[in-house]
């Protein structure tokens, strides 16, 4: 279970914290823990909305 988050900046996926992997495209997908702070920042959130982090905004594209 978890969930992908694909925000402005780049995409997260909520889940276990394994860190960053990239796909075989070379696209960087960030495994964060919903445990995390910004796991926890994301929780609760919808497409459009906006959260920030260590004085970076993301703004929620698409979660999946």
Do not use: H
Request: proline share 3%; aromatic share 10%; glycine share 10%.
């Amino acid at each position: 279970d978890g969930a992908l988050v694909k925000t402005d900046r780049t995409i997260f996926y909520l889940s276990v914290a394994l860190g960053k992997l990239t796909t075989d495209a070379g696209i960087p997908v960030y495994f964060l823990s919903g445990n995390s702070p910004l796991g926890q920042a994301f929780m609760g959130k919808t497409q459009g909305e906006t959260i920030k982090m260590n004085q970076t905004t993301y703004l929620i594209q698409d979660i999946l």
